[in-house]
């Protein structure tokens, strides 16, 4: 059974800096990307950065970009964001995606080039941690 564990979420200043990482286990078929999306609430589930195991190219949602940096750990199968400057409109859910190299995202992938910033090119997620940031 496959398990995305996410920790490291609570309650920040605006400011400060805070990580989440999410450990990836149980999955039958090698990593191709893992993600990171929040949501706000009364909000939609919105993209914030990927990152894709074999070459650890990244993407970033344009809001996040030059505060969050996602980085992976091959040997743990682990991704985490860190996060800096967080600002009050960045409290969310924060959810972690996976997105194996055989399966349906796979084929979705495929067949209709979806990028990875799209939460149809994920095969399971996470629980979801919550971040609050606080003025």
């Known amino acids: 059974q496959v398990q995305l564990v996410e920790t490291g979420g609570g309650l920040v200043q605006a400011g400060k800096s805070l990580t989440l990482s999410c450990a990836a286990s149980?999955?039958?078929?090698?990593?191709?990307?893992m993600g990171w999306f929040r949501q706000a609430p009364g909000k939609e589930r919105e993209f914030v950065a990927a990152i894709t195991w074999s070459d650890g190219s990244t993407l970033y949602a344009d809001f996040v970009k030059e505060r969050f940096t996602i980085s992976k750990d091959d040997a743990k199968n682990t991704v985490y964001l860190q996060m800096n400057e967080l600002k009050l409109e960045d409290t969310a859910v924060y959810y972690c995606a996976a997105s194996w190299t055989v399966g349906l995202a796979a084929l979705k992938r495929a067949r209709t080039g979806l990028t990875m910033a799209s939460q149809g090119a994920y095969d399971h997620w996470g629980q979801g941690t919550q971040v609050t940031v606080s003025s």
């Open positions: 149980g999955q039958r078929f090698s990593t191709y990307a």
